[in-house]
């Protein structure tokens, strides 16, 4: 699963996990007293903006292996991958440790 800044627009609302994270925080009292949230329309646009000033397009992905984020810095003239976050090597030893860990430790009571 992958998106890619530059091709999302017009995103308002909140996903389900905010919906229900703000239930829960009004459920506990916990009314909240610091600054409004940001909408994802702002944080978008500006990611946009902040990547077409220097001629590059940001791409994010889930790896579904590590539940972890992915960004991908991509050169706009030659839709070359110039910088992956965190590397892709970083994410192949983090997962060779956690098959590691698997094996190590087996999760059997």
């Known amino acids: 699963m992958s998106i890619d800044v530059s091709t999302v627009v017009g995103y ?3 996903t389900a996990v ?3 994270q703000a239930a829960l925080r009004v ?12 909408s994802m329309d702002a944080i978008l646009a500006e990611l ?3 990547s077409a000033a ?7 992905s889930l790896n579904e292996k590590l539940d972890q984020v992915v960004v991908k810095v991509i050169d706009t ?3 070359k991958v110039i910088r992956e976050i ?3 090597e970083l994410q192949h030893v983090h997962e060779r440790i956690r098959e590691v ?4 430790f087996d999760e059997r009571a």
């Open 12 to 14: 308002s609302g909140t």
């Open 18 to 20: 905010q919906q229900e």
């Open 27 to 38: 459920k506990r009292g916990d009314v909240m007293k610091t600054e409004p949230p940001v």
């Open 48 to 50: 946009v903006d902040v």
């Open 54 to 60: 220097f001629n590059k397009r940001l791409s994010f």
């Open 77 to 79: 003239d030659t839709d």
């Open 86 to 88: 965190p590397p892709a």
């Open 101 to 104: 860990i698997g094996i190590l």
